[in-house]
């Protein structure tokens, strides 16, 4: 018992000194946050409302930077409901002009602007819904040479590219640079969401190790589909940034709007992933 007890008190102390350490670091946090105005009240005046996020979750939003690899059905949709929630600054990458068959899903583009800059048009009608909004705009897609310059912009990053080389170059990064790293996708009337974040969960090399052989750059797909699962992956960056709720860390959304099943799968890092693993 005399060996017992001040291990008990010790642990106490650790507890105590751990929960002060954390509030000072909240209140510090907190402190350093940029003031909202009066008009950034109004406009936010419904969300800010919202239990466990309140002003200082909205300061955050306006603090931080988000990165989305494409913005087409599905990275339009988290770029603009990221505008409108408040983000403070978007890094956005995407190449090409704008082509008739994205008009059924890409919705910060237009008809009137068809063949011309997919970018300038996305930014043009992001800065109409926000125009305190800052834009970092790439007008090229991601790839092995600006993968790196691109995560090192961002808090968080999204991952709406298509194509997998694209998706790997951006997870090694934010692996590599330890930022949280969303990743949406979708098929026909499926998609499916999750989040890593580096030292926590695997990456997105433990759920798929290879590019799959099937996989083609056009698929159909709802542009319904698209702007649900871009909804969703703004929704969790909000999350992330805010402290807000329980973010899909290790977890797989998987939706099936045919039969409108939502189910949710474990995910657990693979110890010989080439990126997270344990020799990496």
Not at 161 to 174: C, G, T
Request: hydrophobic letters at 40%.
């Amino acid at each position: 018992t005399s060996r017992t007890a001040p291990a008990k008190r010790n642990g106490s102390r650790a507890v105590i000194f751990g929960w002060q350490m954390a509030r000072w670091r909240a209140m510090n946090d907190e402190m350093s946050l940029p003031e909202l105005t009066s008009l950034e009240q109004e406009i936010y005046s419904w969300q800010t409302t919202i239990e466990g996020f309140g002003e200082p979750g909205q300061q955050r939003l306006k603090s931080a930077s988000v990165m989305v690899s494409r913005i087409g059905g599905l990275g339009g949709l988290v770029a603009y409901e990221l505008a409108a929630a408040g983000i403070g600054k978007l890094v956005l990458a995407h190449g090409g002009n704008i082509k008739p068959s994205d008009l059924n899903r890409q919705l910060l583009m237009s008809h009137a602007a068809l063949d011309s800059s997919r970018m300038e048009c996305a930014v043009a009608r992001l800065r109409e819904l926000n125009p305190r909004l800052e834009i970092v705009s790439v007008e090229e897609n991601v790839n092995e040479s600006n993968a790196a310059e691109l995560v090192a912009e961002a808090d968080v990053v999204v991952d709406c590219a298509p194509l997998f080389e694209e998706r790997f170059f951006m997870n090694r990064e934010a692996v590599r640079q330890g930022k949280p790293l969303v990743e949406c996708a979708m098929f026909e009337l499926e998609a499916h969401i999750t989040s890593f974040k580096p030292g926590i969960t695997g990456c997105l090399q433990c759920l798929y190790p290879e590019a799959p052989d099937y996989w083609q750059r056009r698929f159909p797909v709802f542009g319904a589909v698209s702007g649900m699962v871009g909804c969703l992956g703004a929704m969790e960056v909000i999350k992330i940034i805010a402290d807000l709720g329980q973010p899909l860390y290790g977890r797989l959304l998987t939706c099936d709007l045919k039969s409108m099943k939502f189910n949710q799968v474990r995910l657990r890092q693979r110890p010989d992933c080439p990126v997270c693993g344990e020799n990496e």
